[in-house]
């Protein structure tokens, strides 16, 4: 049976476990952590579990490719509950609450009333929200085209009203892309991002069981103190030892991160390390 070890065990991590168990490897997922979940874990203190993760969970609509692969891993249904939150955010600004609500009509009105003069660009937004959610492909490819350069900051400065602007960019900050608070907000609106009862901790622990079930190891520390991390370089890549590390031999590494812009990884993606 061949062999294989996941480093991690965020949903990526335990997603590859799985499916790998699956397709008959012997595959044992190492974490650094206590526990599963990446991202994904939670803490309780005095009675209540603090969960700074999960705010909704994208491709809870049932028939959508990703609302498959959730079923598939288990993340997702028959006994998953799911709530429909009324609002995707809100803020508390200058002794006011802004709400992005679900109801997009409703959002749009009560921003436009905080500040009229800002009420075109709000129409603007909540307009090409509802495009993305609800429209043709052919309106969201134009709703993409518009507002691809745009960044949240930019929308932010063309609002006059500085409550409005902080508004904005309070829930992504002013670096990132204007799409993706439109992307968010309308897979929020479509009902493809509700919350799985349970949360974080909900969702890490079906992925764990997951990769049990179907004969997959789970080792988290303090079973494994340090692992030896490996580093990729421009065009290359080799593992570091780590002080006190277990060295794991291996005949092969695949590094996968979460891409990020100018990641060397991302930018040649067919290189793979061999030992
Ligand atoms: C504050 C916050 C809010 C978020 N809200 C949402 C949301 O509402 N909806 C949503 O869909 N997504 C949300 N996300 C994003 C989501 O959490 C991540 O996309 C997801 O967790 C990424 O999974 P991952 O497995 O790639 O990485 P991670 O979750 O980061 O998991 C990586 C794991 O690898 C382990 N690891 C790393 N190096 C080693 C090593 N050398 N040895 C052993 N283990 C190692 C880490 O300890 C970690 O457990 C949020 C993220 C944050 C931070």
Request: aromatic letters at 10%; a positive charge; hydrophobic letters at 35%.
């Amino acid at each position: 049976m061949k062999k294989a070890v996941v480093i991690g065990a965020g949903p990526a991590g335990l997603t590859a476990g799985i499916r790998l168990s699956e397709g008959g490897w012997d595959v044992t997922v190492l974490e650094q952590q206590a526990g599963p979940g990446g991202n994904l874990r939670s803490w309780t203190r005095q009675g209540h579990t603090i969960d700074n993760c999960l705010h909704w969970l994208n491709g809870t609509r049932d028939g959508t490719r990703l609302n498959r692969l959730w079923r598939s891993l288990g993340v997702l249904g028959d006994g998953v509950g799911l709530v429909r939150q009324p609002f995707f955010y809100r803020s508390y600004l200058s002794g006011e609450t802004l709400t992005m609500w679900r109801d997009p009509e409703r959002a749009e009105s009560e921003l436009s009333e905080k500040s009229p003069r800002d009420a075109r660009a709000v129409r603007r937004f909540f307009r090409d929200a509802k495009a993305l959610a609800y429209g043709s492909p052919f309106a969201r490819a134009a709703v993409v085209a518009r507002w691809f350069p745009v960044s949240v900051g930019d929308f932010a400065d063309s609002l006059s009203d500085p409550d409005l602007a902080t508004f904005f960019s309070d829930y992504l900050g002013r670096e990132y892309a204007s799409l993706g608070l439109l992307f968010a907000y309308s897979a929020f609106l479509s009902g493809d991002a509700d919350l799985p009862v349970g949360g974080s901790p909900g969702v890490a622990e079906r992925l764990a069981g997951k990769l049990v079930s179907s004969g997959g190891k789970l080792i988290c520390s303090p079973a494994i103190p340090t692992l030896p991390f490996p580093v990729c370089f421009r065009r290359n890549w080799r593992l570091r030892r780590l002080p006190g590390s277990t060295a794991i031999p291996a005949r092969r590494i695949s590094p996968r991160f979460t891409p990020r812009s100018r990641s060397p990884i991302r930018s040649r993606p067919g290189r793979r390390g061999r030992r």
